[in-house]
């Protein structure tokens, strides 16, 4: 039987294209006439005009394709990422591959009932969520060897140039300045800088061994320094440390959580403050975020920490219980005395780090550091059996090399080869190596 085609909808209302800004955008032809006359406008446009000033209106229409649906639209969006060259990334600075464990996909990042940004104020209902930033902190507190750590930050530059801050507020010393290692990773230098401008915080950028013992001979309230390196260095600090705190001031450390299983950890040598990423605990690089960063000081520094602190209590029965500790610190109460701008954490990042951490437990944390270090260890020989060998000896995961005039061309060759290097100081180039580094990669490289 053939259909009565006149009492069809005309085919460019059957192809709906306009189906996904009326499901997720704006409201329907109806409401909008139901509400117009309640604000006393009568058409759209008339409410526009008596908002938006004209010197800030655009003069003409956008130029903007035909809509689509959605089908089309992430047919469209993925044609254009596979065209996207996928390389092995050796580029480090804070990022790594890592492997997420198939029960934490599956239970916490592909499960919504995870997701937020927020750490919970609710305590009541939010026991579970709760109890993982616990092992969270806990975690932290574990590796790092410091007595508190909050419930997770922003990124590690954002938790460093907290730290900066968390230090002038807690030391005696009453100088303005801010020594920080140049071979701390180059986003955190730039953010700290950023952040010490408007603070009137000099940062004194101390780029060899020379000017670092020389900025520790000055004046300063704190000083940063990368561990391990961000060119794979690992230094002894505790010589530095004790000249740090016979100045009154703060000794800040950016850690590897990762590395920590394997070298001394930042608070066995009396570091005030440590900071850094748990990104590769278990978190997709996801092009660079989000991670959750953490931060952690000695005890003393408590009550001026920046972020949430998740503690340990009990119920009105006598039940062990979860609640936001220490509250009095954070802007919600303190108002513009807050310790901090930090209100949101990276709660679902650091719920898949905390999980990483429990489902690995602290001998399969420590087997995944060494084959990243033993990886390293074979890299840095068999280059330095074919006369390039790296500046430093003893590595965890980075290696770093002398290319001058080399670097570009080499940086190029090993593009064409599916290979992403690290360029570090114009003519050096650095190799970083991760959970996810295989045999065949030693062999590529």
Known sequence: MDLPMTTLPSLHELENADEFIA??????????ARMLPVIGSATRKELIDGIVPP????????????PVTEAAALAELKAIASKNQVARNFIGQ?????????????????????????????AEISQGRMEALVNFQTMVCDLTGMAIANASMLDEA?????????AKRSVKARSNVFVVAGDCHPQTIEVIQTRAAPLDIVVRLANSHEEWDAALEGEFFAVLAQYPATSGRIDDLRADVAKVHAKDAAFIVAADLLALTLITPPGEFDADIVCGTTQRFGMPMCNGGPH??????????????????????????????YRLALQTREQHIRREKATSNICTAQVLPAVVASMYAVYHGPAGLTRIAQRVARYTAILASGLAQIGHAPREAATFDTLSFHTGERTAALVARAREFGAN???????????????????DDIELL
Request: with cysteine; proline share 7%; glycine share 6%.
């Open 421 to 439: 290097l690290r360029v570090y100081w114009k003519d050096w180039i650095c190799v970083s190596l991760d959970e996810t580094t295989t045999r």
């Open 94 to 122: 804070g990022y790594y591959g890592t492997h997420t464990p198939g029960v934490i996909l599956r239970n916490i990042l592909e499960n919504p009932a995870w997701y937020t940004a927020y750490t919970p104020y609710q």
């Open 158 to 166: 954002t938790a460093a140039a907290e730290a900066m801050t968390l």
């Open 55 to 66: 010197a800030i209106r655009r003069a003409r229409p956008m130029d903007l394709p035909a």
């Open 292 to 321: 959750a960063a953490f931060l952690a000081c000695r005890d003393a520094y408590k009550r001026s920490l920046p972020g949430r602190l998740v503690g340990v209590s009990v119920d009105a029965h006598g039940a062990p219980a």
């Open 23 to 32: 499901r997720h955008i704006g409201i329907e032809p109806a409401d909008e």
